[in-house]
């Protein structure tokens, strides 16, 4: 642990919660693609099987358990409680064409071929794709309300701070793991001209 890793925890939970409260509070799921929201849940789901083989610490434990739980109650939100809210007409992208090439990519570069290390490099290679839908939904609906906007601010610097813990890690205790610091450049990028937008303007990108 050390303070980049803190950081970036503190963000991604800090995106769930803004995402929670403003469903639960506006009754609505206008904006939110669910599409993206699925991909989270499958990432998390992967990631996190070794809570059932093993044990690293409290925090770790928690962290897991609130990532998956936040990420199928958001789901449950959009599809069953709120879902004449959700806006199925423009979240249309297609998410196969994102999860075929993971679970191709996973199969093929890999640390070791078991399950749980596949499932978990799935879920890395996954991550860094899984905004996409987010991002068409806002671009092709050309506005976002400034909430969706923070949402997904918190959830980017999530990732960029997991790249500043990441180069912190191998210059400190001379480890990284390449594959997910592919993947997380990968994903910081898709979020450089929101970031540019949300901090120039304070508004999401309009296209």
Known sequence: MNIFRLLGDISHLLAIVVLLLKIWKTRSCAGISGKSQILFAIVYTTRYLDLLTSFVSAYNTV??????????????????KFK??????????????????????????????????VLWTFSIYLESVAILPQLFLVSKTGEAESITSHYLFALGSYRALYLLNWIYRYYFENHYDLIAVVAGVVQTVL?????????????????
């Open 191 to 207: 979020y450089c001209d929101f970031f540019y937008l949300y901090i120039t303007k304070g508004e999401c990108p309009v296209r």
């Open 84 to 117: 004449a809210t959700y806006d199925q007409n423009h979240d249309t992208f297609r998410i196969e064409f994102l999860i075929v090439p993971a679970v191709a990519l996973s199969l093929l570069i890999n640390h070791e071929f078991t399950v749980l290390e």
């Open 63 to 80: 962290m897991k358990v609130i990532f998956i739980g936040a990420s199928y109650a958001t789901i449950y939100l959009m599809y069953i």
